[in-house]
């Protein structure tokens, strides 16, 4: 039997054997990478997340990663923050047309969806998004957030975000946080005659949705996969097979978690509001994870999932399968 002196010396050579054997050199191009919505137009398949970008943080990060040449900036109504992220974009002197810019239709907006646009349009100083997504299908009444309209639902905003359509203040319309059931009942109305050209919704090897995610394929809607690092403090940075992989191949976690997403057809929209976490995010170009590879994280056996519903009037929950 080896000494433990010994283990301990053939782990330290095996370890650096691995960060010195060449990494097979791939053409990828992920950073630039796009994916074709339903209506023609191309996501970039990277882009910058915001939610919990804090004020005076995020008009910067928002700057700074334009410049190190993300196309692809997701915001919200409800994240308080567009305003900076519109003077972020203008700082940043990259051409408004050049760059793809996603906000979402706050839950207490549902009945008032011209003002809610009106208002991100107007923070953001710009005339157009390129995707306005409906944030989650619960229709909450203003005056008392914890409940929900008697007379309105997500089919109803639907309608109204289809009016959208042809007004020039956006490019694409889709929803968020839909579930197979709410995305049936909405594709099954009558009055849907748009199908939603994104479903952005919860996606890391910890909450993979194949279900749902083989779901809005088979509707032509793309995923895009949001908390795609597991979110703040992220329970995935403590995962081994993650970790030894990240290492063998010497790449980060999160440049690994983001091939992952990529690689599996969803675009994804880290955030971060540190410099350097914005560029290496963004270093994910001439490599790729082997088929064996997207298998082992595809097995990951532990769940979590950062966005439930519990502060929802209505429960929209949808899990792994749902
Ligand atoms: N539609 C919806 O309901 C939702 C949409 N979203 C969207 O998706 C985006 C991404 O999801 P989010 O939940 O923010 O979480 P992410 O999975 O993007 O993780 C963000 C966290 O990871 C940290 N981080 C980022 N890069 C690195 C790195 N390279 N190394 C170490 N830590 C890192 C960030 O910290 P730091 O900033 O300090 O770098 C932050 O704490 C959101 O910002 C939002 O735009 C998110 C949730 C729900
Ligand atoms: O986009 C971000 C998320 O939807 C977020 O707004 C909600 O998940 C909510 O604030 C929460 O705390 O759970």
Same mark, same amino acid.
């Given at each position: 039997?080896?000494?433990?002196?010994?283990?301990?010396? %053939?782990?330290?050579?095996?370890? /650096?054997?691995?960060?010195?054997?060449?990494?097979?050199?791939?053409?990828?191009?992920?950073?630039?990478?796009?994916?074709?919505?339903?209506?023609?137009?191309?996501?970039?398949?990277?882009?910058?997340?915001?939610?919990?970008?804090?004020?005076?943080? &995020?008009?910067?990060?928002?700057?700074?990663?334009?410049?190190?040449?993300?196309?692809?900036?997701?915001?919200?109504?409800?994240?308080?923050? !567009?305003?900076? &992220?519109?003077?972020?974009?203008?700082?940043?002197? &990259?051409?408004?047309? !050049?760059?793809?810019?996603?906000?979402?239709?706050?839950?207490? @907006?549902?009945?008032?969806?011209?003002?809610?646009?009106?208002?991100?349009?107007?923070? /953001? =100083?710009?005339?157009?998004?390129?995707?306005?997504?409906?944030?989650?299908?619960?229709?909450?009444?203003?005056?008392?957030?914890?409940?929900?309209?008697?007379? @309105?639902?997500?089919?109803?905003?639907?309608?109204?975000?289809?009016?959208? $359509?042809?007004?020039?203040?956006?490019?694409?319309? #889709? $929803?968020? +946080?839909?579930?197979? *059931?709410?995305?049936?009942?909405? %594709?099954?109305?009558?009055?849907?005659?748009? &199908?939603?050209? $994104?479903?952005?919704? !919860? %996606?890391?090897?910890? +909450?993979?949705?194949? *279900?749902?995610?083989?779901?809005?394929?088979?509707?032509?809607?793309?995923?895009?996969?949001?908390?795609? %690092?597991?979110?703040?403090?992220?329970?995935?940075?403590?995962? !081994?097979? /993650?970790?030894?992989?990240?290492?063998?191949?010497?790449?980060?976690? =999160? =440049?690994?978690?983001?091939?992952?997403?990529?690689? *599996?057809?969803?675009?994804?929209?880290? *955030?971060?509001?540190?410099?350097?976490?914005?560029?290496?995010?963004?270093?994910?170009? #001439? @490599?790729?994870?082997?088929?064996?590879?997207?298998?082992?994280?595809?097995?990951?056996?532990?769940?979590?999932?950062?966005?439930?519903?519990?502060?929802?009037?209505?429960?929209?929950?949808? #899990?792994?399968?749902?």
């Amino acid at each position: 039997m080896a000494s433990a002196k010994a283990t301990a010396s %053939l782990q330290r050579l095996n370890s /650096l054997s691995s960060k010195l054997m060449p990494t097979k050199a791939y053409s990828s191009q992920f950073s630039r990478k796009t994916y074709t919505l339903n209506t023609g137009d191309k996501i970039p398949a990277i882009g910058l997340g915001t939610w919990q970008s804090g004020p005076n943080e &995020v008009e910067k990060a928002v700057e700074f990663a334009l410049n190190k040449g993300y196309r692809h900036i997701d915001t919200a109504l409800a994240y308080g923050n !567009e305003a900076e &992220v519109g003077r972020g974009i203008k700082n940043s002197g &990259v051409p408004r047309e !050049e760059i793809w810019l996603t906000t979402k239709l706050d839950n207490p @907006w549902h009945k008032r969806v011209q003002e809610g646009i009106d208002s991100s349009l107007k923070s /953001l =100083q710009t005339d157009y998004v390129d995707l306005y997504l409906m944030h989650w299908p619960s229709s909450t009444d203003p005056d008392d957030l914890k409940k929900h309209y008697p007379d @309105w639902d997500f089919v109803k905003t639907w309608a109204e975000m289809q009016k959208l $359509v042809g007004t020039g203040k956006v490019k694409n319309i #889709g $929803v968020s +946080n839909f579930g197979i *059931k709410n995305l049936e009942i909405l %594709l099954n109305d009558p009055s849907c005659k748009i &199908v939603p050209a $994104v479903n952005q919704i !919860e %996606l890391h090897p910890n +909450n993979p949705s194949p *279900k749902l995610v083989a779901y809005n394929t088979s509707k032509g809607i793309h995923s895009t996969g949001y908390s795609c %690092l597991g979110s703040t403090n992220s329970p995935l940075y403590k995962d !081994e097979t /993650l970790l030894s992989m990240a290492e063998a191949k010497g790449k980060t976690p =999160q =440049q690994v978690l983001l091939a992952w997403g990529i690689q *599996k057809g969803w675009s994804v929209i880290p *955030k971060s509001v540190s410099k350097g976490r914005i560029d290496a995010n963004y270093e994910i170009d #001439g @490599w790729e994870l082997t088929d064996e590879e997207i298998k082992k994280l595809d097995a990951l056996p532990d769940r979590f999932k950062v966005c439930g519903d519990a502060w929802l009037p209505v429960k929209v929950f949808f #899990g792994d399968d749902e």
